[in-house]
């Protein structure tokens, strides 16, 4: 097994490994080799072995394994690196900012302490999968956030005497104003890791103990996932994928930020025939790249809105569009009209449950006929932490707590890093628009009426889909209340 050789990673960069094509490594029996291609030229090789003082073999291994090896061993030196200056009082890092964004994270060691700080930060949210990271300034100290699997945690605490400093830093990466400290700023930005590029969604707002930032981290590598991997049972799965292969009509799938709404149109999109149909998108922002399907960015400070855009979109000949997220009375009449006039229109709301979904468009002044007459159905889902399948810190709590006077400290998993889950998973609702919801819907009837209607008609609700999942030992009881709990109210 290949582990890393710290000296080796500490004393060369990393831009020189992917130059010289070679890399050092340590094996579990001690010693060490090096590796590079058939390129790698031999002087490199001698003077690696004089640096050293001993005679390391070389292996040549291919390309683009080599690519991805240089890549693991500076990722896991960083990885390394930060792990030691977390016990260090980061108060001390107070060295000069330097404004040029470096492409790769996995180079910063080279940059100033700042920039390396914000770099480590970044590249740490990234191996763990988070989602966003908080900026949040306290009283006496500035508090980094992560977002885990839906939940944010506390991660490190930092000087107030580097906050600013950090702030600007992250300002510059967004090439966002760094003098204006008193109105809220949106930037973007992208970093590398390896191989891996990380999009970027910067957003500062002012406070009262000085600018919190956030950033929200869109991995483009990040495969894609299939309708079958999401979590629906078998029988939703089957209505599902009936209902998306219908020729015309408005589809819509809610629930709140982040509750994976985009992973299931994206899913639903590439089951469609997009080589004999012509599918477009509207995103904001795009957040995969789907082969076969024209994807269009939303930008509204120069003019382009989903509405102005689904406008454009109607006179490129499609026949399934999707559109992001249907926000105002303009964006959701000219989804319908789209619906009734031939086209699958793919779109999202913010709305507790399904049935919400159709008093949200009433709301939004769509007549009930239209509503009627266009939707075909509307999938309502969380996302509830699954259980982590190497430890279960529940059960070590209550042992811990039996023994705590025997004095016994019991640890808890670094896989979930303790939190007990690791990874989620979908549960959902499906409201399928039959000729009695229809009626509902042209009555005006209320969001209840509407959801008992279709209960009687099988749906299950959200809560149901939970507990099922609690049935199967995937999830636990208070994780689905936690995500189900305004769906119910």
Same mark, same amino acid.
């Given at each position: 097994m290949d582990r890393l050789w710290k000296e080796f990673t500490t004393n060369f960069s990393i831009e020189y490994c992917r130059r010289h094509q070679i890399i050092g490594l340590r094996q579990d029996n001690g010693s060490y080799e090096l590796r590079g291609t058939t390129n790698t030229q031999r002087f490199i090789v001698d003077l690696m072995r004089r640096f050293f003082s001993q005679p390391l073999a070389f292996q040549p291994i291919e390309m683009t394994e080599l690519q991805l090896l240089i890549n693991a061993q500076y990722e896991a030196a960083m990885s390394q690196t930060r792990q030691d200056t977390e016990t260090k009082d980061h108060s001390l890092l107070l060295g000069g900012l330097i404004e040029e964004s470096t492409d790769d994270l996995l180079e910063s060691e080279k940059q100033g302490d700042i920039v390396r700080l914000v770099n480590e930060t970044l590249l740490e949210a990234i191996q763990v999968g988070a989602s966003d990271v908080h900026f949040q300034p306290m009283e006496k100290s500035l508090q980094v956030r992560m977002r885990l699997d839906g939940v944010l945690e506390d991660v490190r605490t930092l000087s107030r005497q580097i906050q600013e400093e950090i702030v600007s $830093? !992250? =300002?510059?990466?967004?090439?966002? #104003? !760094?003098?204006? =400290?008193?109105?809220?700023q949106d930037g973007r930005a992208t970093v590398r890791v390896g191989e891996r590029t990380i999009d970027l969604r910067l957003a500062s707002m002012p406070t009262s103990f000085g600018e919190r930032v956030v950033i929200r981290l869109l991995d483009k590598s990040a495969r894609l996932y299939q309708l079958s991997e999401l979590g629906m049972n078998d029988l939703l799965l089957e209505r599902f994928r009936k209902l998306i292969h219908v020729e015309h009509g408005l589809i819509l799938v809610t629930g709140p930020t982040g509750s994976g709404k985009s992973t299931t149109l994206y899913a639903a999109l590439q089951e469609l025939d997009t080589r004999h149909r012509n599918a477009v998108t509207l995103e904001d922002p795009i957040e995969y790249q789907l082969n076969g399907i024209s994807q269009t960015q939303i930008n509204t400070k120069k003019g382009m809105t989903f509405a102005s855009g689904l406008r454009s979109i109607l006179r490129q000949d499609p026949d399934i569009i999707m559109v992001g997220e249907i926000r105002d009375e303009e964006t959701a009449v000219m989804a319908v009209q789209a619906a009734l006039t031939g086209h699958l229109v793919f779109s999202t709301l913010h709305t507790n449950d399904a049935a919400s979904a159709v008093t949200r468009l009433l709301d939004l002044g769509i007549e009930p006929y239209l509503i009627s007459s266009s939707l075909l159905g509307v999938l309502a889902q969380r996302l509830v932490r699954r259980k982590c399948t190497k430890c279960d810190v529940q059960a070590r709590k209550n042992m811990l707590d039996d +023994?705590? #006077?025997?004095? !016994?400290s019991l640890g808890v998993c670094n896989h979930c890093r303790g939190t007990g889950y690791r990874g $989620?998973?979908? !549960?959902? +609702?499906?409201?399928?628009?039959?000729d009695a919801i229809r009626q509902k819907i042209q009555d005006r009837s209320s969001a209840s009426v509407i959801r008992e209607t279709a209960c009687q008609e099988g749906m299950r609700l959200l809560r149901d889909s939970g507990m099922e999942k609690v049935q199967m030992g995937w999830t636990t009881v208070e994780e689905v209340e936690r995500v189900t709990m305004r769906a119910d109210l």
């Open positions: $830093r !992250i =300002k510059v990466a967004g090439r966002m #104003n !760094i003098a204006e =400290k008193r109105l809220p +023994e705590v #006077n025997l004095g !016994i $989620r998973d979908g !549960i959902y +609702e499906l409201l399928l628009v039959s």
